[in-house]
């Protein structure tokens, strides 16, 4: 059995140290949990060598063992799943929490939740909001979907990585509001290249174009902090050739997990429909690891 301080510095297993969850290992680091990481992808534990709190195993079940938190940061559901029912369930002892923060459909979600409630093992869906700059600074918004005793457990945990701890519901509400959400950004992106590449074109200068629709009525979180045409905002991934950030095949994944669930409830979603045509062939013209801001060189190059 572990044993359950949830005191300040607990112990933490993280699973996948990808663009996002490197950031957020680092964060619980920084705030001296006793943190054990691992990642398939030897290559993605590249950024802890110099950390040297970082405690790197070599077998999921290492970062398992004796943790009294779980952390996933995984590409989809079939990899959650497969990372539960293989590597979690088998080793995850009574009362230890599992905390997914990866963006997924809410019923495989639901479905791990109810495996690992039967084995009176805690399990939260608390997807993010805030791309790899919140992950960074830990300013994320998480959405948790969550019994209340778990949410009581993780809020501590989620407030190292995160500003805006959000409960939505019971477990699935936060991957609702997150596929909402991203429905919306996706959308919104496209929106932002759209005007942008537009008035370019018409011969605006491209600086007076964004700080225009920035204290207008277009402005949104694409245009003012994350704007999709190089050099108006620095440090996001247009300003380094579209690398790094949130990959367009993300987000197509997400716009297809919105659609799926609006089947589900006969909602309408023209635009998403539209905007998943538009990643699609993002996509497959050789984009598809590019941050999906990139939708802007896309469209200007048409
Ligand atoms: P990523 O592909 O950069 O990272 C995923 C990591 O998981 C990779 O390092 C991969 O090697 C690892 N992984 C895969 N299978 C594994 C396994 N079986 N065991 C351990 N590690 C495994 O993706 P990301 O951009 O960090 O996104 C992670 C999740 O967060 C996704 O669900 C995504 O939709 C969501 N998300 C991403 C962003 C963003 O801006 N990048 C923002 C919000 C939410």
Redesign the pocket.
């Known amino acids: 059995m572990v044993h359950l301080s949830f005191a300040r510095y607990a112990s933490i297993g993280f ?7 490197k950031h957020m290992a680092t964060n619980l680091i920084a705030a001296n949990h006793q943190v054990k990481i ?4 030897p290559q ?1 534990l590249d950024h802890f060598k110099d950390q040297k709190e970082a405690k790197v195993v070599s077998v ?1 079940q290492n970062a398992i063992e004796g943790s009294e938190f779980i952390v996933l ?4 559901g079939k ?1 959650v799943r ?2 539960c029912q293989s590597n979690v369930f088998p080793v995850a002892k009574n009362g230890t929490c599992i905390i997914d ?4 459909d809410v019923r495989t979600s639901q479905e791990m939740a109810e495996v690992a409630h039967s084995k009176n093992v805690g399990f939260v869906d608390a ?3 805030g ?2 700059t919140g992950a960074q600074k830990g300013t994320l918004t998480f959405m948790v979907g969550a019994q209340a005793d778990d949410f009581k457990k993780v809020e501590p945990i989620l407030s190292k990585m995160g500003k805006n701890i959000v409960h939505a519901g019971p477990n699935g509400s936060g991957l609702i509001a997150k596929i909402c959400n991203n429905l919306l950004l996706g959308i919104s992106m496209i929106g932002t290249s759209e005007a942008m590449n537009l008035g370019i074109k018409l011969g605006l200068d491209k600086e007076v174009l964004a700080k225009l629709i920035n204290s207008s009525t277009g402005q949104c979180w694409s245009s003012q902090t994350y704007n999709p045409c190089p050099g108006i905002v620095p440090t996001v991934p247009s300003s380094n050739d579209y690398n790094g ?3 367009s095949e ?1 987000m197509i ?2 716009l297809l997990l919105a659609l799926d669930a609006a089947k589900e409830v006969q909602a309408s979603t023209p635009l998403t429909e539209k905007a998943t045509d538009v990643y699609r062939k993002i996509c497959s013209s050789g984009l598809s690891k590019r941050d999906f801001s990139v939708v802007f060189k896309y469209l200007n190059e048409q």
């Open positions: 699973l996948g140290l990808g663009n996002m969850g691992f990642d398939v992808n993605a999921p940061m995984l590409p989809n990899v497969d990372v923060c990866s963006t997924i997807p993010v909001s791309g790899i950030g949130f990959a993300m994944k997400d």
